[in-house]
């Protein structure tokens, strides 16, 4: 398992970063969801790395 936390605004995101925000279940900042560590996921977190801190767990 690993924990996604927003840390940064999606507010001067391009909507395909903000659509990846929302299905990681992300709508605020200091928001953190956990997820199974699978490749679609790791995937999403990189595709928005620059907007959110993983920790395994």
Do not use: F
């Amino acid at each position: 398992m690993i924990k996604v936390k927003q840390i940064k605004s999606k507010i001067s995101c391009k909507p395909h970063q903000v659509k990846i925000l929302e299905s990681l279940g992300l709508h605020r900042i200091n928001q953190v969801k956990e997820h199974d560590d699978t490749p679609v996921i790791r995937g999403m977190v990189y595709k928005v790395r620059h907007l959110v801190e993983v920790t395994e767990s």
